[in-house]
């Protein structure tokens, strides 16, 4: 199992930046995938940017050009760097892993991203 912290949300005006960070521990030899997916209120969870052991990334259409996923495998962490947000960016944003399967099975408790307008 892996354990997944989550930090660096909080309150921002539309059109600012914030950069989450995820910290794996754990049985992190076998996570493969990284990923972050989000909830809104009163809405279901959604996929926002996955990368890769070898550094793909691939995002949802929703934050391409404005959401970039980075990791560092030395420091079992990655990052959401999140530019140009939008009020519809506010939710809770989960970190996730995965093996080469592609299956997330291992969740972080969130934080919470606000974007005021």
């Known amino acids: 199992q892996v354990q997944l912290v989550e930090s660096g949300g909080g309150l921002v005006q539309a059109g600012g930046s914030l950069r989450l960070s995820c910290a794996a521990s754990?049985?992190?030899?076998?996570?493969?995938?990284m990923a972050w997916f989000r909830q809104a209120p009163g809405k279901e969870r959604e996929f926002v940017a996955r990368i890769s052991w070898r550094g793909v990334t691939s995002y949802a259409d929703s934050v391409k050009g404005r959401f970039t996923m980075s990791r560092d495998n030395a420091e079992n962490t990655v990052y959401l760097q999140m530019n140009s947000l939008k009020p519809e960016d506010t939710a809770v944003y989960y970190c996730a892993a995965a093996g080469q399967g592609g299956k997330f099975d291992d969740w972080g408790q969130g934080t919470h991203v606000t974007v005021s307008s």
């Open positions: 754990g049985r992190t030899s076998s996570t493969y995938f």
